[in-house]
């Protein structure tokens, strides 16, 4: 299903348009994800990105309207042609939104709560580098999956997913038994809150490569699946 819905869009004009848009959408997401946490983790001053990662926040909604009302003219001059390609592509844009959200978010939190690089030395603090870093890669993976109908990229970046939702809850609870100091906690639990819904976000668009339309959002049977091999 989901390759004959990429040769669609790729062989029919005004859907063509729209993939190209897509993928701007991930491109952009994926430079504010990476800027932003490294302002988190103070290799980049807030100051540095700021304007750059409103304004893709910007391109990335408009981007978000564009397609929306495209797709709304496209099915009303086709009536009943290409739906299942529009319906894929409405749900999997609404996620590439999403991620320039919370990636805002985490750029708001890391700007907001500066801390001093001595506060860098705490477990958790390289526990929520990692996880970055695994989502780094996991965009890329996305990315490609996406653009290259690869159900094996797909599925790894699910796998990938369900991996780094579980240790995001296992530092939380961790953050909550420990006790730590207000302010560290709040940034600790919201960055990694927002870590898992960025990657959340990526693991629906892989989902969609992999799974039939009705199953959209994370196919449960698809994560139940990645879980017992795992």
Known sequence: MFKRIINIWRNKRPLQSM????????????????NAK??????LQPEVIRDELYMRDIKINKNERLIRRQIVTHLSVNPEMDIPSCLVLMSVVKDAE??????????????????????????????????????????????????EEDEEKALKSIGTSIQIG??????????????????KG?????????FK??????????????????????????QNKISEEN
């Open 98 to 147: 999403r991620i320039g959200d919370y990636c805002k978010n985490i750029f708001q939190v890391a700007e907001k709560f500066k801390f001093g690089k001595q506060l860098f030395k705490d477990k958790y603090f390289e526990e929520i580098n990692a996880i970055g870093e695994e989502i780094k890669v996991n965009f890329q993976r996305t990315k490609e999956a996406f653009a």
């Open 38 to 43: 490294d302002v988190f983790t103070a290799r």
């Open 166 to 183: 579980k240790k995001c809850d296992a530092i939380i609870n961790s953050i909550l038994d420990d006790r730590l100091n207000c302010n």
């Open 19 to 34: 993939m190209s848009e897509f993928e701007s959408m991930l491109v952009d997401a994926e430079w504010m994800f990476v």
């Open 197 to 222: 819904r960025v990657d959340g976000h990526l693991s629906n668009i892989s989902t969609s490569v992999v799974s039939p339309i009705e199953n959209l959002d994370f196919s449960r049977k698809v």
């Open 186 to 194: 709040v940034v600790y639990a919201l960055i990694v809150r927002y």
